[in-house]
């Protein structure tokens, strides 16, 4: 496929890096998963034959095609086995000083050609580029959840991202059936400076009385169209994702009207974190 990058490593084997491994190997991409934590691993690669299975008993997907993408997907809890990975696309948890370290291993390990991609949902691309010697190699591509549906990858540009690997990363992301948007670095991007304030806005209502957490799912769902209500979409996004986002936005624009609800805050310190521990604003057991 014109555009495709063929050697492919995803570093971080959770909700997203499982997502986008299944999404490159089933393009046809030969893909190294990597996560330190070999009970993560196992948990990613099981998530992907469950979403590969569901894709086959609904008819979308040949059974050969599941196997083949299987196939092309091995696993690891080594970096040093991403030696020869032309895109690197990481999906650590999203902390700065983690994703600045698998950076800096990743430029000493990674051919000095390769691409260098963030998955992060807030963090600024250029202060992660920043740890690397290759700052015009690195860019955010940001997938949305759950990645084998969802068709947007945002396409973020750091401070020093040449045109180049922009444009390479975009080809990339088209070549897997998504649909690229570029945005600059700024905090939030688009989709999540868009989204949270509205999730947000969702958890003052349920806080205060404004309605039940099923009357405010329904109003944005019958009442907008969209998929799933806002503290349901909170609930798979992870509660704690969504505060971190939010202090992110918070932080970097300035403005209070970003602060997270006190509600918010609670659920994750109740550990109320959403679809992932079965628990959030919803029950999943
Ligand atoms: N792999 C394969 N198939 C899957 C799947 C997966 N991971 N997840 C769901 N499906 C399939 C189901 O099998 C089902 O198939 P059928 O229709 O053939 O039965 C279909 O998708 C629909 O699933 P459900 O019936 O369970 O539920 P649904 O109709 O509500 O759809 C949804 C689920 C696609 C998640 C939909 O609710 C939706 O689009 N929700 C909004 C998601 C969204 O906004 N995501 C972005 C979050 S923000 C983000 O990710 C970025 C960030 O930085 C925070």
Redesign the pocket.
Known sequence: MAGLIEKVGVVGAGT?GN?IA?TFATAGAKVQLVDVDPVALERGLA?VR???E??V??G?MPQADADSTLGRLKSSTRLEDLANCELVVEAVVERADVKAKVFRALDGITPKSAILATNT??ISITQIAASTKRPAQVIGM?????????K?VEVIRGQETSPETTERTVACATALGKVPVEASDYPGFV??RV??PMINEAVYCLMEGVATKEGIDTVMKLGMN???GPL??AD???LD??LD?LNVLHEGLGDDKYRPCPLLRRMVAAGRLGRKVQRGFYDYQ
């Open positions: 997203m997502g299944q998530n469950g979403s590969l569901r894709f008993k609904k979308s949902s807030s940001h997938f949305m959840n759950p990645v084998p549906l969802m947007l989709s999540n989204l949270m969209h998929p799933m349901a979409l798979l996004i992870g994702v969504c986002i």
